[in-house]
């Protein structure tokens, strides 16, 4: 597969998160921070629900027919969420998921992985199991 303007975008991505890590190059330091981006995503999204409600979560029991083909599930399954994101949640949001992609980036380059390899293999896991993967 030949490099594309996201391919090189992605590798430019990893490359640049490598040169600008000063601090916290350790392992253990990369992982804990990972976990406190990801809280930081888990808030900005319950923020928007209860500070800001330009959204609501209708968390609910999913009800699937019992003679559903798993191809036809996924159009029956809810994202519980009603309403839209509004413009500062949704900058929220997308700062804190950045957030988060930077420390996937330099966990990547912690052990010699490409993410673009990565984010492949999981592409082509995901095509060759299909409506199976259940993720």
């Known amino acids: 597969m030949g ?3 996201n391919d090189i975008l992605l590798e430019d991505f990893q490359s640049f998160v490598g040169e ?3 601090r916290n190059r350790s392992v253990l330091d990369i992982i804990s921070k990972m976990q406190t981006s990801t809280g930081r995503v ?5 923020k928007a629900v209860t500070h800001c409600g330009c959204i609501e979560i209708e968390g609910k029991k999913q009800a699937f027919p019992e ?6 599930l996924s159009g029956l399954i809810s994202t ?3 309403g ?3 413009k500062e949640c949704r900058s929220m949001i997308e700062k804190e998921i950045g957030g988060e992609l930077f420390y996937i980036a330099s966990l990547c380059n912690t052990f010699g992985i490409s993410l673009y390899d990565v984010v492949l293999n999981e592409k082509e ?3 060759t199991l299909g409506n199976y993967s259940f993720r």
């Open 80 to 82: 519980q969420l009603k």
């Open 67 to 72: 003679e559903v083909s798993i191809k036809n």
């Open 42 to 46: 888990n808030r900005a999204v319950i």
């Open 20 to 22: 600008i890590l000063v």
């Open 3 to 5: 490099n594309s303007i």
């Open 125 to 127: 896991t995901l095509s």
């Open 84 to 86: 839209e994101l509004c």
